[in-house]
């Protein structure tokens, strides 16, 4: 049983591209969650999203920023317009159950390096 | 609004050295608490998962504890190695559905 899966693992955009983050979570998994790990800071929620619908969105800026997970496909993690502020790691995790209920498994993350 | 410290921020032990790693939330009203390790450049991988109903969880030569009432967790480590050198991160898990709240982490540095 593969592990969560992310691509790519290192992303360069220069100031005012987009970048697009993509996670395939462990096969059985509805659950998706996006994490953001700044240099020297802990890691910090962004969204949670369940197939077809965000559950809670309560840690993604409010703008350039957007999730989703179709029916069909990975979940995808889209940032628009990036400036450095934006250079982290971002990390996708899944769980079988509910957040709060259930272990999340985490993939590898994917560096972005906004220069 | 729940904040989680970990003390210490870096931690060195020699080799063989028994160890324990501490964890501190402000809400009590988590309903899991879970400790993970993260290599340089890596993501991470979960050690243990301790339900808000349980006292401790044991995996190997790793432990953890929780104690709900005073807001803590620890993580013991028996018998450290070289290979245990890395970022330990917990996250409590909250009871109102929200996602997992992050530490820090300590970074621990074994040598031989």
């Known amino acids: 049983n593969a592990g969560v899966m992310q691509n790519p693992r290192h992303l360069v955009r220069r100031r005012g591209q987009e970048a697009r983050l993509r996670c395939s979570p462990m096969k059985g998994h509805s659950h998706v969650y996006w994490y953001r790990q700044l240099p020297e800071e802990g890691l910090k929620f962004m969204v949670y999203l369940q197939k077809e619908n965000i559950i809670d969105e309560s840690g993604m800026p409010k703008e350039r920023f957007s999730a989703e997970f179709p029916k069909e496909g990975p979940s995808i993690l889209r940032i628009q317009q990036v400036v450095r502020g934006d250079s982290a790691a971002y990390f996708c995790a899944s769980s079988l159950q509910r957040e709060g209920r259930g272990k999340q498994f985490f993939g590898p993350g994917t560096r972005l390096t906004v220069l | 609004k729940q904040e989680v410290t970990q003390i210490p921020a870096a931690l060195s032990v020699p080799e063989g050295e028994n160890l324990v790693l501490n964890c501190s939330f402000t809400?009590?009203?988590?309903?899991?608490l879970q400790w993970f390790r993260q290599d340089p450049g890596k993501g991470l991988t979960s050690l243990l998962l301790?339900?808000?109903?349980?006292r401790e969880q044991t995996s190997g030569r790793l432990n953890a504890s929780l104690d709900k009432s005073s807001g803590r967790s620890t993580l013991y480590i028996a018998a450290s190695q070289p290979g245990d050198s890395a970022t330990y991160l917990c996250?409590?898990?909250?009871?109102?559905?929200?996602?997992?709240?992050f530490g820090k982490g300590t970074t621990l540095s074994v040598s031989s």
């Open positions: 301790i339900q808000s109903s349980q």
């Open positions: 809400d009590s009203a988590i309903y899991n």
């Open positions: 996250a409590a898990g909250g009871q109102a559905g929200t996602a997992l709240i």
